[in-house]
């Protein structure tokens, strides 16, 4: 007995019709489903990630500014100390007191970079030097503004106030910052 040659390759051909639904067409929907699965997986994970971001606490601490005419201001502020904490910043807050700020801490002291991603609120942003000395102030930080605002050394933290702040209590360059994380020189 003899086969056809034409009959093997006919068995072992996929089967494909004139409208695509062969194998080649199950391979695109089996692809298609692991392509939607994927999707469905990302979108699952964004409540999980911005609540992940929502979790982002910080210690409550008081610090001074004492001016060169002597004056001196307190301020509550959240400090952060971890890089979370740091990279979380004021994001998402829609207001704060002129009496608050926030405290971002570098330890050990290096030059810091600050932008307003998701940032509501404008503000003054106040670099400090490890000696608690004001090194330099950049005024009215637009919100959701990406410009990159650097210090102009190593400065042990940034201090981010309501933008106005800084100018209505006469705070300058060179004032002093009270605080437990500078130590005198």
Do not use: C
């Amino acid at each position: 007995m003899a086969f056809k040659r034409s009959a093997v390759r006919l068995r072992s051909a996929p089967p494909v019709s004139k409208q695509g639904l062969g194998n080649e067409a199950l391979f695109s929907f089996a692809r298609a489903v692991r392509v939607l699965a994927v999707l469905l997986a990302l979108i699952l994970a964004l409540p999980v990630a911005a609540r992940a971001q929502e979790a982002v606490t910080f210690d409550r601490t008081e610090l001074a500014i004492v001016t060169a005419g002597g004056a001196r201001h307190v301020f509550k502020v959240d400090w952060a100390k971890t890089w979370p904490q740091k990279a979380r910043g004021l994001m998402f807050r829609k207001e704060m007191p002129l009496d608050n700020g926030m405290l971002l801490d570098y330890d050990p002291p290096s030059e810091a970079s600050i932008w307003m991603r998701n940032t509501f609120i404008p503000l003054d942003l106040v670099y400090i030097r490890a000696d608690g000395v004001i090194e330099s102030i950049y005024l009215g930080a637009k919100p959701h503004d990406e410009t990159a605002r650097p210090s102009k050394g190593p400065v042990r933290a940034v201090l981010e106030l309501n933008a106005g702040v800084t100018r209505l209590l006469g705070i300058q360059a060179g004032d002093k910052v009270e605080h437990p994380i500078f130590k005198a020189q």
